[in-house]
Every structure is written in C-alpha cells, then in structure tokens.
C-alpha cells in the first residue's frame, strides 16, 4: 500500500482499531468500490487464504532481510487480520484482552505448564 496519510504518534497509535472501524463500516458495501467489501462477499475461505498468502509474504521479506518490504507485509497482513476478524465477529478489543491476560507470562513458563500428551 502507498504511504499517503503522514500521521502524528498520536493518530498512528489508534490505527488498527480506525481501520476495524472502517471495515466495519465496508459490511455491506458495494464490491466495487472497496476492497474490504470485495474481499467480504468473496467469503470465509477467500479471506483466510489471502490473510495466509500475506503472512507467507511476510515470512519471505523476513528472511530476505528487507526491513522496508516486512514493514509493508506486515501492513498486509495487518489488514487482512482486520478483514478476518470483522467477518469472524471478533473486536480487537477481544485481542487486547487476551494480550493482557497472558501479560508477564513467560513463553517458557506456560508451554511448561501445559499438560503432557499422555502417548
Ligand atoms: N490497508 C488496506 C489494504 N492493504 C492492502 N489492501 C489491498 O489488498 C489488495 C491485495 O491485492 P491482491 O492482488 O493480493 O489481492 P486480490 O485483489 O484479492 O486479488 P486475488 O488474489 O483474488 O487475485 C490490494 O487491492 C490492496 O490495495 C488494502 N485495502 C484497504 N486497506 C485499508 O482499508 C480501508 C478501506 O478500504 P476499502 O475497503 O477498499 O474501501 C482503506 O482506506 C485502507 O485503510
């Protein structure tokens, strides 16, 4: 995506939940006048293989080692997220929780806890 919208600290920390508002918003939309909407109508599988094809996209620039093309994916990726989680009814604010939930948990700590497969 072009980098058109300059945006302060303050505008770009709330950017993932203006653009879920703006998909949001798409639900419904003309197929031909927005991607989201498009991408909505296309159904379920469609959007899941593209947020999987962004995310191998993103994994390629990673071990490329092309900092401004992972920057870009990760947009991609970002967005398609977004497009998932509107189709799915999830609120980012269901994320964030989840995120603070596991907050001070180390990785290591909780995959130790996890029970063992009994095979
Ligand atoms: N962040 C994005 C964004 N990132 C990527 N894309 C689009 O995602 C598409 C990816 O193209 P691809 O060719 O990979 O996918 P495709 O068109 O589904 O093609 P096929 O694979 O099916 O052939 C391109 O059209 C990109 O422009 C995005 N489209 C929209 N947004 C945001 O969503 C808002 C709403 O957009 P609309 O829904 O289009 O109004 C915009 O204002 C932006 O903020």
Redesign the pocket.
Known sequence: ?PQNNASSPATRKDVLER?YH??MA?KG?SPS???????MA?GRS?IAQ?FG??AVECVIEAIKGDRNGLISES??V???LIVMWVDAGIDPADVWEELARREGTSGIEEKASRPKPSF
């Open positions: 995506m653009l703006t998909v798409r939309a006048v927005s991607h989201s909407a498009r991408l296309r469609k593209k094809e962004e947009a991609d970002l967005y398609h």
